[in-house]
T-cell receptor, first 113, second 119 residues
Framework: DQQVKQNSPSLSVQEGRISILNCDYT??????FLWYKKYPAEGPTFLIS?????DKNEDGRFTVFLNKSAKHLSLHIVPSQPGDSAVYFC????????????FGTGTSLTVIP | EAEVAQSPRYKITEKSQAVAFWCDPI?????LYWYRQILGQGPELLVQ????????DSQLPKDRFSAERLKGVDSTLKIQPAELGDSAMYLC?????????????????FGAGSRLTVL
């Protein structure tokens, strides 16, 4: 049973525009959310995170928004750059019950120069 | 910068053979995870260790897979016998945070992965 879902397998965006990647989850107990970026033949690398007590976290060009009532989070990349082309995974964690991390299926982002 | 080391990077084997993967987490990281990622899917947890103890192995196919972290440092994941459906990327990750630790330390750092192809 997939507890974290990314319903868009792929996304193409023009360089300089905004990329919005979406993620939905089913378990209301999740209390910490992360985004990872993955290039081919490499392991995922941590990008940005957000605690369930916040609704927004920014780090440079990357902003994560959390809507707990909708069980939805999104990653905004502004402006998008060709080097951002990669697969993005969202992950949800149960901080206080076992430290497990659950991953979505990923969205492949292509930024077109 | 500290890294999670994994070997081998690539492994090709025939079905019914044994295969083993090794992981050395970032020094001092209490929690170690083995994930399997099939192409087009997200990482799926196989086993989670806190120090040398297994915390969660509910998704580990125990008839053929085994994992150990004997001294609470490096870890080995073994498959015996390998099947065609085991072809995947096997990812090791570590986190400095143990269960109940500070939230700020709750970030997984992944290794480069071990790509397994079973023929």
């Amino acid at each position: 049973d997939q507890q974290v879902k990314q319903n868009s397998p792929s996304l193409s965006v023009q360089e300089g525009r905004i990329s919005i990647l979406n993620c939905d989850y089913t378990n209301s107990m999740f209390d910490y959310f992360l985004w990872y970026k993955k290039y081919p033949a490499e392991g995922p690398t941590f990008l940005i995170s957000i605690s369930s007590i916040k609704d927004k976290n920014e780090d440079g060009r990357f902003t994560v928004f959390l809507n707990k009532s909708a069980k939805h989070l999104s990653l905004h990349i502004v402006p998008s750059q060709p080097g951002d082309s990669a697969v993005y995974f969202c992950a949800a964690s149960l901080l206080f019950t076992g430290n497990q991390f659950y991953f979505g299926t990923g969205t492949s982002l292509t930024v077109i120069p | 910068e500290a890294e999670v080391a994994q070997s081998p990077r690539y492994k090709i084997t025939e079905k019914s053979q044994a295969v083993a993967f090794w992981c050395d987490p970032i020094s001092g990281h209490a929690t170690l995870y083995w994930y399997r990622q099939i192409l087009g899917q997200g990482p799926e947890l196989l086993v989670q260790f806190q120090d040398e103890s297994v915390v969660d192995d509910s998704q580990l196919p125990k008839d053929r897979f085994s994992a150990e972290r004997l001294k609470g440092v490096d870890s080995t994941l073994k498959i015996q016998p390998a099947e065609l459906g085991d072809s995947a990327m096997y990812l090791c990750a570590s986190s400095p945070r143990g269960i109940g630790g500070p939230a700020g330390a709750n970030v997984l750092t992944f290794g480069a992965g071990s790509r397994l192809t079973v023929l």
